[in-house]
């Protein structure tokens, strides 16, 4: 092996096996034990295990980000929900590491790590505004995609630890989130509302927001449900334009 | 002073300086200076300065989940309204400790810090769950009500960065997302329907709930928005009992 393909080689070992192990129970013997190599050859490569950890991390880091590109092509809820199937997929295939990365509080966290994960959800935050394919997304708008990450992110974590229901579920559901994450926003910025009724425009029946719309239409169904949102939406509020309801004590 | 009583000084003393500053900037002199007392004094109290920083932290924690504490009198979204008050006060108030904790990668960080910001988000989950008072929830509702925390917490974090809105701004939205994670979730789960027509049922014209549904029927007046939601919700869709959509390639 040349020196090069050594390293590649070492980094690709370390990254199996803190995918399957949180980084406190992988050490630099496992390391060059799965690599084949001694242990003063890994030190050759890098100084120590955070060293080794920090750049696969990365690796997997600049993985995981390439999942997130997707031909701008079809209903925008469609592609988020492609982009989610193999983001999911990657949470599957390095869930212990991914659940001690996210998690903090690890011995190995430092600002290094940090610095991963922010790439990674600077990265998915950027793809889904080019899908947007909104000239200047306000801040709001900002606000949301980033907590819909953090939801994703937190979603992927529970369902790591809980496994409560299939992963094709999860998928669905964050994308549904996303749908309704990006209308709340629209109905507070009036400035949305004509990129939203283009997003709507685009959507397929069998698609995850047709499904949600239906599912919302069925949900509105049920005794009680329309009638007491419609006195809500019908009634005419005296502190409607105030900033802050009046219900405060 | 008495023993205790310097203890608790020196506690509330560090709260005071990690609230203003990250844990790397605070000293055990700069505590001691704080406190009017001599650093052997701080060393007689506590054998570190990351001992001092997780103490302060707890009891900052205890603080946080005691502003989550609500009486379970008036609809639900205004009670939310008045702990997210609560809450975004407290943000406010100790801003750069709160961002150097929640973004990790602080050489402070450790299984202590980590276990103070997971009773905290406990003690939010617990107590949204008992204001919803629905005797079985199901995972999809825990998760709702955990992503929903995580939401807050990044949404916090992103205007301690930036302020780009007011709070009461900040306060209603999140009070708004959760009704619409809620609503989202009772649309794929029939059994929480009877509880989401109780809810709607309680909420008032000028609360946030009733704000938040006139927004959404402006909305569905712009032009386009009705059409293309409405042929989505009327379509018959064939494969609308798929688990998943029939949208990959």
């Known amino acids: 092996m040349s020196v090069d393909e050594r390293r590649e080689q070492l980094i690709a070992v370390a990254l199996e096996l803190f995918s399957v192990r949180p980084p406190e129970e992988v050490s630099i013997d496992d390391i060059a034990a799965a690599a084949g190599a001694s242990r003063p050859l890994v030190y050759h490569y890098f100084p120590g295990k955070q060293a080794i950890y920090e750049e696969s991390l990365r690796r997997a880091g600049r993985e995981l980000a390439g999942r997130f590109e997707e031909p701008s092509e079809g209903p925008l809820s469609e592609r988020l929900h492609r982009v989610m199937g193999r983001y999911l997929d990657f949470v599957q295939s390095h869930g212990p590491g991914f659940a001690a990365l996210l998690r903090g509080g690890s011995v190995a966290a430092s600002p290094g790590t940090s610095a991963v994960i922010d790439e990674v959800r600077r990265a998915a935050h950027d793809q889904i505004l080019s899908h947007l394919?909104?000239?200047?997304?306000?801040?709001?708008?900002?606000l949301t995609v980033r907590a819909w990450i953090a939801n994703a992110e937190i979603t992927s974590l529970e369902w790591l630890a809980e496994r409560s229901v299939p992963l094709e579920e999860l998928q669905l559901h964050l994308?549904?989130?996303?749908?309704?994450?990006?209308?709340?926003?629209?109905?507070?910025?009036?400035?949305?509302?004509?990129?939203?009724?283009?997003?709507?425009?685009?959507?397929?029946?069998?698609?995850?927001?047709?499904?949600?719309?239906?599912?919302?239409?069925?949900?509105?169904?049920?005794?009680?449900?329309?009638?007491?949102?419609?006195?809500?939406?019908?009634a005419s509020s005296p502190s409607s334009d105030e900033p802050s309801p009046q219900a405060n004590d």
Chains 1, 2 share one sequence.
């Open 133 to 142: 394919a909104i000239p200047s997304p306000s801040p709001g708008l900002r």
């Open 175 to 234: 994308v549904q989130e996303f749908v309704a994450a990006l209308t709340i926003t629209a109905a507070r910025e009036p400035a949305l509302a004509a990129e939203l009724a283009a997003f709507f425009a685009d959507e397929r029946p069998d698609g995850p927001t047709g499904r949600l719309v239906r599912d919302l239409a069925g949900l509105f169904a049920v005794p009680g449900i329309a009638e007491a949102v419609t006195a809500l939406a019908t």
